[in-house]
C-alpha cells in the first residue's frame, strides 16, 4: 500500500486530473454515476494480466520467437505492426498497447531498432485498427449502444479509418531500417511451471480476454486475474498503474461536472445541431479529456452519430491525453525508458499524431460534406 502511495503522489497526470475535478465540483455537480464502470474494470483487468506475463518472463519469450521468425529488422518491425493493426479490432486498442509495447520493449535489447519510432506507430495503429471495429475500443461500444446502431451503419465511416491505415503503413515503414537480424546468443529467462499450472494460465486467459472483448462478467474476469496473481506472483499487484486508472475516472467525473453548468451545456446542444460544428466540437474535446469521455460527453447532445463516431476516432490521435491507449504507451514508454528517451517519445510522437490528425479531419470533413 504504501508503494502505490508513494507512486501515486508522483503522478502527475493523476495530480493534475484531480485538481480539474476539484475545481470542476466548485461550478457543477460530480456524478459518481457517469464513470465508464466497464472501461475500468477492463483496463484493471489487463494491466494486471500483462505485468504477470512480464514477471513469469513469457513477453521475454515471444520477443525470442518473433526474432526467430523474421529475417530482416523491417520485416520484423512490419509483423508488429499488422498485428498491432489487425488485432486491436478483436481485442481493443488497450490490449494491443500493453501486449506490444512490451513485446517492443523486449525485443529491442536484443535486436537494434529505432525504439521511438516503433512505439510511436504501435500507438498510432492501434488506434486506427481499433476504430475499424465495434468492439475495437469502449468509445464504439459505447456510441452504438446508445444510438441503438448496428456494425452495418458504422461500415461508411469505418472504412475511411481502414483506407488510413493500410495505405500509411507501407509508406511509414519505409522510415524503418532494414538490416539483416542475428541469431539470439541467450534464451529469455521464464519462470519454470509445471505442465497444469501452464494449462491454468492459459484457460484463465482465454476466460478473460473474451469476457472482455464481448463486454460481459467483467467483475468475473477481474477477480479470475486476481485469482491468477496471488497464485503465480502476488507482487505484481504493487507494479500495476493504479495511477492511470483512477486518471481515466477522473475524466469522466470532469464530463459529469461540466455538463450540468447551464451554459456548456447550451453550447454543446447548440454545437451539436450540425455535422461539422459537432465533428470539430469532438475532435477537440477529445485533445482535452480524451475520446472516451468525450462521446460520453457529447452524445446525449446531437443525433449525427456519423460525425460524432469520426470526431472522436480521429480526435484520438493528436495529444498524449486524447486517448487512454496514448496514456498507457506513453506510461509504458515512461516506465521503460530513460528521460531523453521520454522527451524523444513525446517529440516523435507528437509530431506524428498531429500529421494523422490532420489529414484525417480532412478526409473527414470530405466524407461528412459529400
Known amino acids: 500500500m504504501q508503494r502505490m502511495i508513494q507512486k501515486l503522489s508522483q503522478d502527475y497526470l493523476f495530480l493534475f486530473t484531480t485538481a480539474l475535478v476539484l475545481v470542476a465540483a466548485c461550478f457543477g455537480v460530480l456524478d459518481w454515476a457517469a464513470i465508464s464502470w466497464p472501461t475500468v474494470i477492463s483496463l484493471l483487468s ?13 513477453i521475454d519469450a515471444l520477443a525470442d520467437f518473433f526474432i526467430k521468425k523474421a ?5 520484423l518491425i512490419l509483423a508488429i505492426f499488422l498485428l498491432t493493426f489487425f488485432s486491436s479490432m478483436l481485442v481493443t486498442n488497450d490490449v494491443a498497447i500493453l501486449t506490444f509495447l512490451p513485446l517492443t520493449f523486449a525485443l529491442v535489447k536484443k535486436v537494434t531498432l529505432p525504439t521511438i519510432k516503433v512505439t510511436v506507430f504501435i500507438t498510432i495503429y492501434a488506434n486506427l485498427g481499433s476504430a475499424v471495429s465495434p468492439i475495437g475500443n469502449p ?4 456510441l452504438l449502444a446508445h444510438y441503438q446502431r448496428t456494425f452495418l451503419s ?13 495505405v500509411s503503413m507501407p509508406i511509414f515503414l519505409l522510415l524503418m531500417p532494414n538490416e539483416n537480424i542475428q541469431p539470439i546468443k541467450q534464451q529469455a529467462w521464464i519462470k519454470p511451471m ?21 463486454q460481459t462478467n467483467l467483475l468475473s474476469a477481474l477477480a479470475l ?3 491468477l496473481i496471488f497464485f503465480y506472483d502476488r507482487r505484481v499487484l504493487k507494479e500495476v498503474d493504479y495511477g492511470v486508472v483512477l486518471s481515466i475516472m477522473n475524466f469522466f467525473l470532469l464530463v459529469s461536472g461540466w455538463i450540468t453548468i447551464p451554459a456548456v451545456h447550451h453550447l454543446l446542444q447548440h454545437l451539436g445541431s450540425q455535422n461539422l460544428s459537432l465533428f470539430l466540437t469532438g475532435l477537440l ?22 460525425a460524432l463516431y469520426l470526431a472522436v476516432s480521429i480526435g484520438g490521435f493528436g495529444t498524449l491525453i486524447a486517448s487512454l491507449a496514448n496514456l498507457l504507451a506513453y506510461r509504458q514508454v515512461k516506465a521503460a525508458a530513460t528521460s531523453k528517451n521520454q522527451f524523444s517519445f ?25
Open 46 to 58: 489487463l494491466l494486471g494480466m500483462v505485468s504477470l506475463y512480464q514477471s513469469l518472463g513469457l
Open 71 to 75: 529475417k530482416t529488422t523491417r520485416s
Open 139 to 142: 468509445q464504439n461500444i459505447f
Open 154 to 166: 458504422m461500415l461508411p465511416p469505418a472504412s475511411l479509418m481502414l483506407f488510413l491505415g493500410l
Open 194 to 214: 509445471p505442465k497444469l499450472e501452464k494449462f491454468l494460465l492459459g484457460t484463465g486467459t482465454v476466460i478473460v480476454l473474451g469476457d472482455l472483448i464481448i
Open 225 to 227: 486475474v486476481l485469482i
Open 285 to 306: 474535446t477529445s485533445q482535452l479529456i480524451s475520446n472516451v469521455p468525450a462521446a460520453a460527453l457529447l452524445a446525449p447532445m446531437t443525433e449525427h452519430f456519423t
Open 346 to 370: 513525446i517529440k516523435t510522437f507528437t509530431i506524428t499524431n498531429f500529421l494523422f490528425l490532420l489529414v484525417g479531419a480532412g478526409l473527414a470533413s470530405l466524407f461528412l460534406l459529400f
